[in-house]
């Protein structure tokens, strides 16, 4: 199939809801402040986390939110949905006529809107969102203001850790919300053949062990001491895995896409093993059918960084 990475973002929200471990972020919301917060969020992809946030209530009454992607794709996707999204729930959109992206600094680009509410009974935040287009090492070495929440979903696990943690957390003046970081387990049911399985899979995880940029299969329970030797306090940490499963041969909302995004990872990092083309022939036909679950193991982290 032709893979769209936007709409495996938008797949996997439902997918995400699910996973993200409640008590941290019960304990992100108890740390934020009522009226006014700054937030950066790094490899924010389309957006879906801030509209997440927004679904759920947790932001305060005024926010500055500032996306972060390298991909130009998955910017150009946010600039569209987003507006798209708050218009659909009742917030009044104001965003700047079409131009091109504007140079703020050497190799980082930026375009802005602003979401308020229309008129309304309930009280919701008014955000104003800057989306930036850059690589991230970029985007730290321009020094930024720090905000007070740093986020990074579903990101940590691509980067070099614990090397890039000091410029990342450089970010933040205060919290790090730190969630989806893989953490060394993929599991596929039914099982087909459980050597091979076990195999494929293994093979899977050393592809992010060996990314040229860096990366890391058990991101998530190094992060435990990767966070700790960069000076910052664990305020909660716990497991956010990726549970997909059908209910009477049919998956919820588009979570068979995001089930068919997962195959295409394994095919574009192992397309090189022989063995590979008749097993993801099996696993898509249990998709088809309607049968196939699918477990990623996963760990959340808030963290705070420590006075002085």
Known sequence: MTHSFPRYLLAKQTVDDRALNKDVLAALQSNLPDEQLSVIEVGAGIGTMLARLLRWGILPLAVDYTLLDSDPENIAFAQTWLPQWARERGYQVHQPPASSPVEIRESVTESAFSIRLSASKSVTPSVNITI??????????????????????????????????????????????????????????????????????????????????????????HLFGFLEQAGVQIVSAGAS????????????????????????????????????????????AQLARGELVYIAHQIDFLARLKPG
């Open 241 to 284: 895995d990726w549970v997909v499963y059908p209910v009477e041969g049919r998956y919820p909302a588009d979570e068979a896409y995001f089930l068919q995004s997962i195959l295409h990872f394994f095919e574009e990092s192992l397309g090189h093993l022989p063995e590979l083309a008749g097993w993801l022939e099996k696993r898509r």
């Open 132 to 221: 930036i287009q850059a690589d991230l090492f970029d985007y730290i070495r321009s020094a930024p203001a720090p905000a007070d929440l740093l986020i990074a979903h579903a990101f940590l696990d691509l980067l070099p850790l614990p090397d890039s943690l000091p410029g990342l957390l450089s970010l933040t003046k205060n919290l790090a919300w730190l969630t989806l970081n893989f953490d060394g387990v993929t599991t596929f049911e039914p099982v087909l053949d459980p050597e091979l399985d076990s195999a494929i899979e293994a093979a899977y995880h050393r592809t992010m062990d060996t990314r040229p940029g860096g990366g890391d299969s058990r991101s998530g329970r």
